[in-house]
């Protein structure tokens, strides 16, 4: 089952990129692709949540070295990933049927959105290193050819150049952690990996470095920059990404290699770090910005850093938990933004508002997915984020797989984002669709039903999937890596972070109400810009990294062009100069070797005449 729910993405995309260019076919294709995909992942995942976990060898492949086994696994982890992932890819190839209705480019959009699913469904399947490593840079190829769809407009060019450019940084750490890996198990195998972990320095470094790689792809600082300026593709897109696939295998190769990490308490710390800090920054940043997509990037990667750091301190059912949870919401809330970009031409916050009235169906759906976000209870994000926090109390209370402060700093982080999030998101509810009309289309309308049904369903999904933790503990645990089963709930916690949510919604309620209607993140005063440009990383990674390696470039030109150059074009011309000679003797024309010849003869006469009269 799992080489079919591969393979048949797959052969959509060969498919679409061969007869795609009928635009009807493509959607077919496309939309077919997904759907047995999709119902061929629910099938699977029934047997397996009924059934066992299990390890498939498909075949080997000989290095000299250690060699690469073509491994697949299936457990409670691998498979409600899967069906994740195939539900996100079939609303996005549904959408997109009526939101590229006009786009000439359809044909390949559609089949790389197919390549992109079948390359993610490889790295939640593989049980080796490698096969995952493959899976993983297709998505990284992907992810720039998508980005970059209007390729005609520069900045999507340079979004798309700045995701793969970024990532890749990370990636060149993740694979010198995957060889470290191997050479301490002496197999590219994740299960013997896993298996053979024992607490020591080298295992440590061979994490961090791993890490590397995460931190790229899930957008974590410090590579986190390329991430917000990845919304100037296409929303689709922008959904796929941000929930299903390439930000998702961050945080899925740490749960994958969980049972390898909670043996290193110190790399477990580098992460609960990285996500504290990640997770305060994104919000503040969510908090400022005016275009509702970015809002929902920088959003990302503050929800992508609760779940690292729920697995950090051991919650690690709760981490995958809200991973899903997350990929119900957010991709649901970027398809609303994309119907309301549909209907008034824009995502700019400042130029929305009183759009509850004349698209209903996005103001509902959009209402419940900011809900679940901030974790308004019984919704799913509830559940999934307090089971986080809760998970952080428990190890900064009584102990866990990291120190006890790196268990405060998530947990105190935690409950300050979950204070920005409920402002933000109120902010975003409030200026989209209350106070006065900004938009200059008069008559704006909720979207087709191919738009329309694809965000209900995840909606419902959105809001339902609460209780699935509880009645299926073993559906996001592998039940193989030391995990805890299911999730759990602490009311103190609980009780704190909802007095948050209050007063987060309240606070940004209450100055626009005040303000007649402005901008609450007005009320962030000079710091404004500040937060809206990401503190200004982009700019001191312009100063200190791209402008630097820019300057060497044009050293390396200038000194190829006028030093380097110089010689060999020198030696060229020396030698044609030294070959003009004889050249000029085998010009081909009979005429003149005769000529020569003459010449010739006559030169010797004469110089023969001239020694014998001496």
């Known amino acids: 089952m799992s080489g079919l729910i591969v393979l048949v993405p797959f052969a959509a995309f060969g498919a679409g990129l061969a007869l795609g260019r009928r635009r009807r076919t493509?959607?077919?294709?496309?939309?077919?692709?997904?759907?047995?995909?999709?119902?061929?992942?629910?099938?699977?995942?029934?047997?397996?949540?009924?059934?066992?976990?299990?390890?498939?060898?498909?075949?080997?492949?000989?290095?000299?070295?250690?060699?690469?086994?073509?491994?697949?696994?299936?457990?409670?982890?691998?498979?409600?990933?899967?069906?994740?992932?195939?539900?996100?890819?079939?609303?996005?190839?549904?959408?997109?049927?009526?939101?590229?209705?006009?786009?000439?480019?359809?044909?390949?959009?559609?089949?790389?959105?197919?390549?992109?699913?079948?390359?993610?469904?490889?790295?939640?399947?593989?049980?080796?290193?490698?096969?995952?490593?493959?899976?993983?840079?297709?998505?990284?190829?992907?992810?720039?050819?998508?980005?970059?769809?209007?390729?005609?407009?520069?900045?999507?060019?340079?979004?798309?150049?700045?995701?793969?450019?970024?990532?890749?940084?990370?990636?060149?750490?993740?694979?010198?952690?995957?060889?470290?890996?191997?050479?301490?198990?002496?197999?590219?195998?994740?299960?013997?990996?896993?298996?053979?972990?024992?607490?020591?320095?080298?295992?440590?470094?061979?994490?961090?470095?791993v890490l590397c790689g995460v931190v790229g792809k899930s957008a974590q600082v410090p590579l986190h920059v390329w991430l917000p300026d990845a919304t100037v593709g296409l929303t689709p897109i922008s959904a796929l990404i941000h929930t299903a696939t390439i930000v998702a295998a961050g945080v899925f190769l740490v749960a994958r290699l969980y049972g390898a990490f909670v043996q290193s308490g110190t790399a477990l710390a580098v992460l609960a770090v990285i996500a504290s800090v990640t997770m305060v920054v994104a919000a503040l940043c969510a908090l400022a910005n005016d275009d509702f997509k970015r809002v929902l990037a920088w959003s990302t990667s503050s929800q992508l850093a609760y779940m690292l750091g729920g697995l950090a301190v051991g919650g690690f059912s709760a981490g995958v938990f809200h991973l899903v949870t997350h990929a119900a919401f957010k991709a649901m809330l970027f398809l609303a933004a994309g119907a309301l970009a549909h209907a008034i031409g824009t995502t700019l916050l400042s130029r929305m508002g009183g759009l509850a009235d004349p698209m209903p169906g996005i103001y509902v759906a959009t209402t419940i997915g900011l809900a679940v976000m901030i974790g308004a209870p019984p919704l799913a994000g509830f559940f999934s984020r307090e089971s986080i926090l809760s998970a952080a109390e428990e190890a900064a209370r009584n102990g866990g797989p990291v120190p006890s402060w790196a268990a405060w700093s998530v947990l105190i982080t935690g409950l300050v984002t979950v204070l920005i999030t409920a402002a933000y998101a109120t902010r975003v509810w409030l200026l989209a669709f209350h106070g006065a009309p900004r938009t200059g289309d008069p008559r704006p309308h909720d979207p087709h039903a191919r738009m329309g049904v694809p965000i209900g369903l995840l909606t419902a999904a959105a809001a339902l999937l609460g209780p699935f933790a509880f009645a299926l503990p073993g559906a996001v645990d592998p039940g193989t890596s030391g995990a805890a089963d299911g999730v759990g709930l602490h009311s103190t916690t609980a009780v704190v972070s909802l007095g948050l949510v209050f007063i987060g919604c309240y606070a940004a309620f209450h100055d626009w109400q005040v303000h007649g209607g402005r901008d609450p993140a007005a009320a962030l005063g000079p710091v404004r810009p500040l937060f809206a440009r990401g503190f200004g990383v982009d700019a001191l990674y312009g100063r200190t990294v791209v402008r630097p390696v820019y300057g060497l470039v044009r050293l390396a030109v200038a000194g190829d062009r006028d030093a380097i150059q110089p010689y060999v074009l020198g030696v060229g011309r020396v030698v044609r100069a030294l070959g003009a000679l004889p050249r000029s003797a085998q010009t081909g024309r009979v005429q003149a070797y005769v000529t020569t010849i003459l010449a010739s003869v006559v030169i010797l006469v004469v110089v023969g005449t001239a020694v014998g009269l001496r």
Request: charged share 10%.
């Open 26 to 209: 493509a959607q077919w294709i496309a939309m077919a692709g997904a759907g047995i995909a999709f119902i061929g992942a629910v099938i699977w995942a029934v047997q397996v949540w009924l059934g066992e976990s299990s390890v498939t060898v498909w075949g080997e492949i000989p290095t000299g070295w250690i060699p690469i086994e073509i491994a697949t696994r299936a457990d409670g982890l691998t498979v409600t990933l899967v069906v994740m992932v195939t539900a996100v890819a079939l609303a996005v190839q549904v959408y997109s049927t009526a939101y590229l209705k006009r786009d000439r480019r359809y044909g390949s959009y559609a089949a790389f959105v197919s390549l992109f699913t079948a390359a993610m469904v490889l790295v939640v399947i593989a049980d080796d290193l490698i096969i995952l490593l493959v899976g993983w840079e297709i998505m990284g190829i992907c992810s720039f050819l998508l980005i970059g769809h209007y390729w005609e407009l520069s900045e999507a060019r340079s979004a798309a150049a700045k995701a793969f450019i970024v990532t890749h940084l990370g990636d060149a750490g993740l694979l010198a952690g995957f060889f470290v890996l191997a050479t301490q198990a002496d197999s590219f195998r994740i299960s013997a990996i896993v298996a053979q972990a024992t607490p020591s320095a080298t295992l440590t470094v061979a994490l961090i470095l």
